[in-house]
């Protein structure tokens, strides 16, 4: 099956640094990548949608200057999460898609990032 | 828009005891069904997916739903509960040309 990555897959901040989440498809050529963002006990929450060498396009009230996402090969899209916040504490999870798979639209997760921002 | 619903967003059933976890949807084109679970501080696994086709399905660990299209469900189901089942599960559904949506999660306890 399609391996997704990611890395890291914990880490702990100070408020107003920058952290930046990198999400690899290891046996596949990943055609469109998507971040969530899934807060405790709760669903996973859509960010935005990477289509590589394109500009992510981002759900309505994602802040793209907060969370900035670049695709940039086939194999790897990294979200930064710039001058973070406690608030932006969560867990989040890319997904990805291509390569001959998911035709019928299934995405192949990574095994998730734990931020914590102090 | 697409909605889906999973109704009990907390489950528990004894070990040895059969697990229903119930997802209806919202489209009135039939879309595109997976299961997913999620153990503690990790990803999505897929479970099983119905796309087109036999409209019981069956996944992995035992698992298996079943498409009812008058319905609009997909309710998840296995025989006889584990200890590692323990899990939180999501329902999903893709149309064409459309997102991903989830549904808000069911935690299934299983109960020694």
């Known amino acids: 099956g399609a391996v997704v990555s990611q890395h890291p897959s914990w880490v702990i901040c100070k408020s107003g640094t920058s952290v930046k989440i990198e999400c690899r498809s290891l046996?596949?050529?990943?055609?469109?990548m998507f971040w969530y963002r899934q807060f405790p006990k709760q669903s996973l929450m859509l960010m935005a949608t990477?289509?590589?060498?394109?500009?992510?396009?981002?759900e309505q009230g994602v802040e793209k200057d907060k969370f900035l996402i670049n695709h940039a090969s086939l194999t790897l899209s990294t979200l930064t999460v710039t001058s973070a916040h406690p608030e932006d504490s969560s867990f989040y999870i890319c997904?990805?898609?291509?390569?001959?798979?998911?035709?019928?639209?299934?995405?192949?997760f990574g095994p998730g990032t734990r931020l914590t921002v102090l | 828009a697409q909605s889906v619903t999973q109704l009990g967003s907390h489950v528990s059933v004894s070990e040895g005891a059969l697990v229903l976890l119930r997802c209806n949807y919202s489209?009135?084109?039939?879309?595109?069904l997976f299961w997913y679970v999620q153990y503690p501080n990790q990803g999505l696994q897929l479970l099983l997916k119905?796309?087109?086709?036999?409209?019981l399905v069956k996944g992995i660990n035992g698992f298996e739903a079943e498409f009812k299209k008058s319905e609009t469900s997909f309710h998840l189901t296995k025989p006889s509960a584990h200890m590692s089942d323990a899990a939180e599960y999501f329902c999903a559904v893709f149309e064409t040309g459309n997102q991903f949506y989830f549904g808000t999660g069911t935690s299934l306890t299983v109960i020694p």
């Open positions: 990477s289509n590589e060498g394109s500009k992510a396009t981002y």
């Open positions: 997904s990805a898609r291509g390569g001959g798979l998911g035709r019928e639209g299934e995405q192949f």
């Open positions: 489209s009135s084109v039939p879309p595109y």
């Open positions: 119905y796309t087109t086709g036999a409209t």
């Open positions: 046996d596949f050529q990943a055609t469109t």
